[in-house]
């Protein structure tokens, strides 16, 4: 019986060292990365011109933003097309390393995942049709028609401060541009969103107004919560490139005027 025990307890001694060693070497998000030389990110490309597709191409700010930083990591950044509505869950599960896709802070979406330090801030607000009744201020949404982009910051807004139950009807899509579509079709009065897509949408669609920025709206780089040490990472990388301009470069490609401007 003695040898017995010594022999399970000597089993017990190497099965806890090996699960130490396993533990231990278990490589984190960013060693793997630096090890591959590839980082993966995901966007949902319907956001312009955060991150859009033309002539085939997946491009915008998000994915300048995401190739500097790669460039400064010493990695290279391959995107994933994912719909907005399971980005999130995306991150989570592993499928990507990274969120690069336009993505403001919310704090239902802080408790999940990690925020990088903020590289935009458009704010949110409101679109109406030319020769409608202005919309001003918030209560202005009131007994309206109203869409938004589901799982958006302006979605979260107005289900915070308004609500469903104070307006004609809600309609959900899936993407900005079907919603402002909509707006400029007469089948909606307003869609509450954030402002840089709507202000880029306008450019195609003379018809269609925005408010001035009812909120802030800061937007990040997101990580997992246990990626504390590529958050660490990413946010030297823009921090940096604020410092020296290059953020503000980025911006005015895209949007023709810093924040603020």
Same mark, same amino acid.
């Given at each position: 019986?003695?040898?017995?025990? #010594?022999?399970?307890?000597?089993?017990?001694?190497?099965?806890?060292?090996?699960?130490?060693? $396993?533990? !231990?070497?278990?490589?984190?998000? @960013?060693?793997?990365?630096?090890?591959?030389?590839?980082?993966?990110?995901?966007?949902?490309?319907?956001?312009?011109?955060?991150?859009?597709?033309?002539?085939?191409?997946?491009?915008?700010?998000?994915? *300048? @933003? !995401?190739?500097?930083?790669?460039?400064?990591?010493?990695?290279?950044?391959?995107?994933?097309?994912?719909?907005?509505?399971?980005?999130? !869950?995306? @991150?989570?599960?592993?499928? /990507?390393?990274?969120? /690069?896709?336009?993505?403001?802070? !919310?704090?239902?979406?802080?408790?999940?995942?990690?925020?990088? /330090?903020?590289?935009?801030?458009?704010?949110?607000?409101?679109?109406?049709?030319?020769?409608?009744?202005?919309?001003?201020?918030?209560?202005?949404?009131?007994?309206?028609?109203?869409?938004?982009?589901?799982?958006?910051?302006?979605?979260?807004?107005?289900?915070?401060?308004?609500?469903?139950?104070?307006?004609?009807?809600?309609?959900?899509?899936?993407?900005?541009?079907?919603?402002?579509?909509? @707006?400029?079709?007469?089948?909606?009065?307003?869609?509450?969103?954030?402002?840089?897509?709507?202000?880029?949408?306008?450019?195609?669609?003379?018809?269609?107004?925005?408010?001035?920025?009812?909120? #802030?709206?800061?937007?990040?780089?997101?990580?997992?919560?246990?990626? $504390?040490?590529?958050? *660490?990472?990413?946010?030297?990388? /823009?921090?940096?490139?604020? $410092?020296?301009?290059?953020?503000? $470069?980025?911006?005015?490609?895209?949007?023709?005027?810093?924040?603020?401007?």
């Amino acid at each position: 019986m003695s040898s017995m025990k #010594s022999w399970a307890g000597a089993l017990l001694g190497v099965l806890v060292a090996v699960a130490t060693v $396993q533990g !231990a070497s278990a490589e984190t998000t @960013l060693e793997k990365i630096r090890r591959t030389g590839v980082m993966s990110s995901a966007n949902s490309f319907e956001y312009a011109p955060f991150g859009y597709v033309e002539d085939g191409k997946t491009t915008g700010l998000d994915v *300048d @933003l !995401a190739n500097e930083i790669g460039r400064r990591m010493g990695v290279k950044v391959t995107f994933e097309k994912i719909d907005f509505k399971g980005i999130i !869950a995306a @991150l989570i599960s592993g499928r /990507v390393d990274t969120l /690069v896709t336009a993505l403001t802070w !919310a704090p239902d979406r802080a408790e999940r995942i990690l925020f990088s /330090v903020p590289y935009f801030d458009g704010g949110v607000g409101a679109a109406y049709r030319d020769g409608e009744p202005k919309i001003a201020v918030l209560d202005d949404v009131k007994g309206k028609n109203v869409g938004v982009q589901l799982g958006s910051a302006g979605d979260h807004y107005f289900r915070e401060q308004i609500g469903p139950d104070k307006v004609k009807s809600l309609k959900s899509y899936d993407t900005i541009l079907l919603a402002l579509k909509d @707006l400029e079709n007469g089948r909606s009065d307003v869609v509450v969103s954030a402002l840089p897509a709507v202000r880029y949408a306008m450019r195609t669609m003379p018809t269609i107004r925005v408010t001035d920025a009812w909120d #802030s709206r800061p937007v990040g780089i997101n990580t997992r919560k246990t990626d $504390q040490d590529l958050m *660490d990472e990413i946010n030297r990388h /823009v921090v940096a490139m604020k $410092q020296e301009g290059v953020l503000d $470069q980025l911006i005015e490609k895209w949007f023709g005027k810093k924040p603020g401007a």
